[in-house]
């Protein structure tokens, strides 16, 4: 993974020194905290999700691993299904962003045009996640963030 990493600097042209004083990306929480998501919104959208992007020994634990009859852990490959949830809270934090952005850039009459389409796209998607995942998936925002 090093050779990797120093790989990438030496194509990017950068040393050490320039990568260490570069300017950082805010991590994702003090993003989704800036734009008015709670801090749970984070969590149910990005720290569980992780564990399995990343991998962790829960992850291993619930997805990968089965224990035999000898109390062993083994691999297994049991397909398993994602929930609808997990797309649409995608999809309606794209949205989110799409509605920030609109509002950022355009003049407000365009804006207003293009905010209330992605609102649309947003209660049309809801309704979706609803009637296929049931009524326990909310997305919740501090009144006037602009969430979708």
Known sequence: ???????????????????????????????????????LMYVIAQKIGSHHVHGTWSSLLTSCLRRSEDGRFRPHSDPIAARFNSYSLVALTVLSALKCYASYVLEEDEATEYVKMLDEASAGLRRINETVAGSGFEVRAEEGAGIA
Do not use: C, N, W
């Open 1 to 39: 993974m090093l050779a990797s990493i120093d790989r990438t600097v030496a194509a990017g042209e950068m040393t050490e020194v320039d990568v260490a004083g570069a300017k950082k990306f805010p991590d994702l929480a003090s993003i989704m905290q800036a734009v008015g998501y709670d801090r």
